[in-house]
């Protein structure tokens, strides 16, 4: 590891370690950053989740913390933002790494579902920046990162409205902070993750549709959180100190084309 993000401070929300194969974003997130020389807090509404993933850095000798928060309560990530300062004495990043989805088309969409993946996904987003931009500014300014999808920029390989919207919004919202905060010295950016496989997806798949998610991108291969984590990095880092207000897609270059782009690698397997 080079130190890229030394001296700096940073909460990951959704960092927790869960059951299932691969990795969670949110958990490769704080691994890295803290490898990278940031002291992080580690976020989690689980304890027992969050503590697994503060025991691996504590184990590796690394500077980490673990607070647990419902992001998705106003309150939480005012205390959550709090508890950073004053283990830390300053905050550098936030990367808003929490996120669920549930499987539904609009038509058959309930509305408690709705709104929670809307509060975990988004109002979540939303309020942990709020805080997180009011102590940066003190600080002398930071980054945030914010875990999208390309689920919000294209439809997606399964019916998820819901997740879409939400993440969808956070690029909106992304844009927006960026152009609100800029002369703060706080940078905005998101991540558009493409078909990794993750503790999120474990199981959602059969090995047939993973096959397929592969051999729709460019690529040709399977990505996992550890590739969207280094993109949180570099944009966490100074490193991408004049980029701000991007969406960044970590996708084996899904995007790049339409679904025939690949019809012929498909085809052939």
């Known amino acids: 590891m080079s130190d890229r993000l030394a001296g700096k401070t940073a909460i990951v929300t959704g960092s927790g370690i869960r059951e299932g194969d691969g990795v969670g974003v949110g958990r490769a997130m704080a691994e890295l950053f803290a490898r990278e020389g940031a002291e992080v807090l580690v976020v989690d509404r689980d304890v027992d989740n969050g503590k697994k993933t503060l025991s691996v850095l504590?184990?590796?000798?690394?500077?980490?913390?673990?607070?647990?928060?419902?992001?998705?309560?106003?309150?939480?990530?005012?205390?959550?933002?709090?508890?950073?300062?004053?283990?830390?004495?300053?905050?550098?990043?936030?990367?808003?790494?929490?996120?669920?989805?549930?499987?539904?088309?609009?038509?058959?969409l309930e509305a408690d579902d709705w709104q929670r993946v809307l509060d975990v996904d988004l109002k979540s987003c939303?309020?942990?920046?709020?805080?997180?931009?009011?102590a940066m500014v003190e600080s002398g300014g930071g980054s945030i990162v914010n875990i999208s999808s390309i689920d919000g920029i294209r439809a997606g390989m399964t019916p998820n409205v819901s997740y879409a919207a939400?993440?969808?919004?956070?690029?909106?919202?992304?844009?927006?902070?960026?152009?609100?905060?800029?002369?703060?010295?706080?940078?905005?950016?998101?991540?558009?993750?493409?078909?990794?496989?993750?503790?999120?997806?474990?199981?959602?798949?059969?090995?047939?549709?993973?096959?397929l998610r592969k051999l729709a991108g460019p690529l040709g291969t399977e990505g996992t959180a550890w590739d969207v984590a280094w993109g949180g990095v570099f944009l966490a880092s100074d490193e991408a100190r004049w980029i701000t207000g991007v969406v960044l897609p970590v996708d084996a270059g899904t995007l790049a084309g339409v679904p025939l782009s690949m019809y012929d690698e498909i085809r052939k397997g």
């Open 126 to 134: 939303a309020f942990a920046s709020k805080h997180a931009i009011l």
């Open 166 to 211: 939400a993440k969808g919004g956070m690029i909106a919202m992304t844009r927006q902070m960026a152009v609100h905060h800029g002369r703060d010295g706080v940078r905005v950016n998101a991540i558009a993750p493409g078909h990794i496989y993750s503790t999120m997806v474990s199981g959602a798949f059969s090995e047939d549709q993973r096959r």
């Open 58 to 108: 504590e184990e590796a000798g690394l500077a980490a913390s673990f607070f647990e928060a419902d992001v998705s309560v106003e309150a939480d990530c005012e205390a959550m933002v709090r508890a950073a300062v004053d283990r830390f004495g300053k905050l550098d990043v936030l990367a808003n790494a929490v996120g669920i989805g549930t499987r539904a088309k609009v038509t058959e």
